[in-house]
């Protein structure tokens, strides 16, 4: 069974840092595209920034120069490292990864992770 665990989280002031670190675990093949996605209060979950196999990355305009995305396939460990932190930043922080797992054959599926709060105070 594939799990996505998140940790990382926390309360931190405004202009603070933190560090998000997904670690996924399972029978699994290969990651694809993973993702960092979060979640305010009565909003929707947005993407925040997603890193390919190739290592290419993506950023939403907000965070951009702000957050930085990568990962360590030897780990299986996706990484979010969070500076200048506003309080618009916070919100429920979602691990997302598309990878092949074996559940009988290998397929690809989708998964995420529980979520890591993540709390900035002005």
């Known amino acids: 069974q594939v799990q996505l665990v998140e940790s990382g989280g926390g309360l931190v002031h405004a202009g603070g840092s933190l560090r998000l670190s997904c670690a996924v675990s399972?029978?699994?093949?290969?990651?694809?595209?993973m993702a960092w996605y979060r979640q305010a209060p009565g909003k929707q979950r947005d993407l925040v920034a997603d890193?390919?196999?190739?290592?290419?990355?993506f950023y939403v305009d907000s965070v951009k120069d702000r957050f930085s995305i990568w990962r360590d396939d030897a780990a299986n460990t996706l990484y979010l490292q969070m500076n200048s932190l506003k309080p618009e930043d916070t919100a429920v922080y979602y691990c997302?990864?598309?990878?092949?797992?074996?559940?009988?054959?290998?397929?690809?599926?989708?998964?995420w992770g529980q979520g890591a709060q993540v709390t900035v105070s002005s």
């Open positions: 399972g029978s699994i093949r290969k990651l694809n595209t």
């Open positions: 997302d990864a598309d990878l092949i797992r074996w559940g009988g054959v290998w397929s690809r599926r989708e998964y």
């Open positions: 890193v390919s196999s190739s290592g290419t990355t």
